[in-house]
C-alpha cells in the first residue's frame, strides 16, 4: 500500500497569507497526485490533478508542484472562502487503491 | 449541468445489507469511470471502489476492507449507479459519496472530477 502523508494537520493563517501544504508518498508515484478541498458538510472539490494542472474554474491562487514522493499545494493570498480542510490523493498504485492523505484544516488565525 | 445524487443511506444493524443508488445527468454515463468514497464521521477520505464505463469493460476495483462485502454496478439504461453492501461492520459508518472519475486523454491520470452530495450510512451493535 501506497501511504500518503500530509502536513501540517491543521493550519492557523491570516486572509491574504501564503499557505503551503506538504504531502509526502511513500514511495515514488510520479505525479500521479491530485489535491481536494472540502468544507463541512459538503463534498470534496478537486482543485488541482496530475500534480500542477489547475482544474478548470478554481481560481489561479490555487498551484500545486511535485514529483516523486514529495508535493505542495500553495495557496498564494488566502481568501475567506479558502478555509476549509485539504486532501492529497495518489492514484498510481496498481491494482487501484486510490489513497488520501489525512488532511489539513486551514483555519482562521 | 453534471449531477449526481445519492440515495439509500439509512440505519442498518451490524451484519446487515444496504444499497446505496447514484443517479447521474449531465454527461454520458455509459462510458463514465465511476467510484464510491466514503467518509467516516469527523475522519478523512476513504477511496471504497470503482467501476469502469463499458467501453473499458466495466469492470471493477475495491479497496481492501471492503473486498468481498461491497459490489459496485451499475445501470447504464437508467445512469444509476449502486453500491451494495453486505455484512456490515459498525466501522462501515460513514458518508458514502459517488463521484465521477475524471480520466486525462492519453496517459494512465485520474482524479474525482464531480461529487454528489452524499448518503449517510450509520451501523448499529
Known amino acids: 500500500d501506497i501511504q500518503m502523508t500530509q502536513s501540517p494537520s491543521s493550519l492557523s493563517a491570516s486572509v491574504g497569507d501564503r499557505v503551503t501544504i506538504t504531502c509526502r508518498a511513500s514511495?515514488?508515484?510520479?505525479?500521479?497526485l491530485n489535491w481536494y478541498q472540502q468544507k463541512p458538510g459538503k463534498a470534496p472539490k478537486v482543485l488541482i490533478y496530475?500534480?500542477?494542472s489547475l482544474q478548470s474554474g478554481v481560481p489561479s491562487r490555487f498551484s500545486g508542484s511535485g514529483s516523486g514522493t514529495d508535493f505542495t499545494l500553495t495557496i498564494s493570498s488566502l481568501q475567506p472562502e479558502d478555509f476549509a480542510t485539504y486532501y492529497c490523493?495518489?492514484?498510481?498504485?496498481?491494482?487501484?487503491?486510490?489513497?488520501f492523505g489525512g488532511g489539513t484544516k486551514v483555519e482562521i488565525k | 449541468e453534471v449531477q449526481l445524487v445519492e440515495s439509500g443511506g439509512a440505519l442498518v444493524r451490524r451484519g446487515g445489507s444496504l444499497r446505496l443508488s447514484c443517479a447521474a445527468s449531465?454527461?454520458?454515463?455509459?462510458?463514465?469511470?465511476m467510484s464510491w468514497v466514503r467518509q467516516a464521521p469527523g475522519k478523512g477520505l476513504e477511496w471504497v471502489g470503482r467501476?469502469?464505463?463499458?467501453?473499458?469493460?466495466?469492470?471493477?476495483d475495491y479497496a481492501a476492507p471492503v473486498k468481498g462485502r461491497f459490489t459496485i454496478s451499475r445501470d447504464d439504461s437508467k445512469n444509476t449507479l449502486f453500491l451494495q453492501l453486505n455484512s456490515l461492520k459498525t466501522e462501515d459508518t460513514a458518508v458514502y459519496y459517488c463521484?465521477?472519475?475524471?480520466?486525462?486523454?492519453?496517459?494512465?491520470?485520474?482524479?474525482?472530477?464531480?461529487w454528489g452530495q452524499g448518503a449517510l450510512v450509520t451501523v448499529s451493535s
Open positions: 463521484a465521477r472519475v475524471g480520466l486525462v486523454p492519453r496517459t494512465t491520470l485520474s482524479f474525482l472530477d464531480y
Open positions: 449531465g454527461f454520458t454515463f455509459i462510458n463514465a469511470w
Open positions: 467501476i469502469k464505463g463499458k467501453i473499458d469493460g466495466g469492470t471493477t
Open positions: 514511495q515514488s508515484i510520479s505525479n500521479y
Open positions: 496530475a500534480a500542477s
Open positions: 490523493q495518489q492514484t498510481y498504485s496498481t491494482p487501484p487503491e486510490p489513497t
